[in-house]
């Protein structure tokens, strides 16, 4: 079955970078769009970022737009989620998932997702 | 970008009830709207796609319906295992995705 099993998240200052993993198993990574999405600690749902099956198109929400890269690696059937400029209100579980859409049919919608990682971001 | 609020924030249902939960977008976005489900500590898990598919591995008690900008997911008879946090999901406009703030379904 499809399983989605986030990285890298940790205590780190005000200002600083983070790099996310997402290793994938299950499904034919490089055939699936995959997501970004946040959570922070006792709130609501926050979409992070969206990178295309083949890498060649990528979408942010301006919350994290020039501070945030999405990537991945087909080889490797990772993705990842480069965050730079940390701010307090990043502080959140960062949750993988995968678009249930086929190469170019992204759909936008979410389905499954990671267990996902916490990211603290603090002096 | 499409803004959704979903109603009440917190339902409180005694088990085997009716629970009804609304979502209201901004705008249209036709049948592109989803619902998860999440207990706590869990990540959330697809529940409804399209309005009203149901999503694999949950039972015929859960049912969404609405178009446009109006939607609802009705749980028919409380289980308990069914109380959670349920978030509506818009993909019909993006980027970006959005969702709504949630409605906290807990024991009456």
């Known amino acids: 079955q499809v399983q989605l099993v986030e990285s890298g998240g940790g205590v780190v200052q005000p200002g600083r970078s983070l790099r996310l993993s997402c290793a994938a198993s299950?499904?034919?990574?490089?055939?699936?769009?995959m997501h970004w999405i946040r959570q922070a600690p006792g709130k609501g749902l926050e979409w992070v970022a969206i990178?295309?099956?083949?890498?060649?198109?990528?979408y942010y929400p301006d919350s994290v737009r020039g501070r945030f890269t999405i990537s991945r690696d087909n080889s490797e059937n990772t993705l990842y989620l480069q965050m730079n400029s940390l701010r307090a209100e990043d502080t959140a579980v960062y949750y993988c998932?995968?678009?249930?859409?086929?190469?170019?049919?992204?759909?936008?919608?979410?389905?499954?997702w990671g267990q996902g990682t916490l990211v603290t971001v603090s002096s | 970008e499409i803004v959704m609020t979903q109603s009440p924030a917190t339902l409180s249902v005694s088990p085997g009830e009716r629970a009804t939960l609304s979502c209201r977008a901004s705008?249209?976005?036709?049948?592109?709207l989803a619902w998860y489900q999440q207990k706590p500590g869990q990540a959330p898990r697809l529940l409804i796609y399209?309005?009203?598919t149901r999503a694999t591995g949950f039972p015929a008690r859960f049912s969404g319906s609405g178009s446009g900008t109006e939607f609802t997911l009705t749980i028919s008879s409380l289980q308990s295992e069914d109380f959670a946090v349920y978030y509506c999901?818009?993909?019909?406009?993006?980027?970006?995705?959005?969702f709504g703030g949630g409605t906290k379904v807990e024991i009456k």
């Open positions: 990178l295309s099956f083949d890498g060649s198109n990528k």
């Open positions: 998932a995968k678009d249930p859409g086929y190469r170019s049919s992204w759909q936008g919608r979410f389905d499954p």
């Open positions: 999901h818009q993909y019909h406009n993006w980027p970006p995705l959005t």
């Open positions: 705008q249209n976005v036709t049948t592109n």
């Open positions: 299950g499904f034919i990574f490089s055939d699936y769009g």
């Open positions: 399209g309005a009203s």
